[in-house]
Nanobody
Framework: QVQLLESGGGLVQPGGSLRLSCAAS????????MGWYRQAPGKQREVVAL???????TYAGSVRERFTISRDGAKNTIFLQMDSLKPEDTAVYYC????????WGQGTQVTVSS
């Protein structure tokens, strides 16, 4: 079974930065995409950024040019570098592996506030 372990969330001031990590362990075979989603209280979960096994990326318009998703393929680990953070970025951020079966991490809280 695949397990996803997230880390790096916290409290930062507007304009600050955070770097999230997600390490996948277990049997990961075949085509898959990993990415970050987020969910604020009372709102739907939304995609933030996705990355393929070969490094192709997509971003939500709200984070484009502020966030960067990357991967360490050998370790099945992805990262989300978040710069120029805004209060509206406040949410629980979830790591996801989408393949034959979808797996979700437990989520890590990101709070952007003065």
């Amino acid at each position: 079974q695949v397990q996803l372990l997230e880390s790096g969330g916290g409290l930062v001031q507007p304009g600050g930065s955070l770097r999230l990590s997600c390490a996948a362990s277990g049997s990961i075979v075949g085509r898959h995409i990993m990415g970050w989603y987020r969910q604020a209280p009372g709102k739907q979960r939304e995609v933030v950024a996705l990355i393929s096994r070969v490094g192709a990326t997509t971003y939500a318009g709200s984070v484009r040019e502020r966030f960067t998703i990357s991967r360490d393929g050998a370790k099945n680990t992805i990262f989300l570098q978040m710069d120029s953070l805004k209060p509206e970025d406040t949410a629980v951020y979830y790591c996801k592996l989408a393949g034959t079966t979808d797996y979700w991490g437990q989520g890590t809280q990101v709070t952007v506030s003065s």
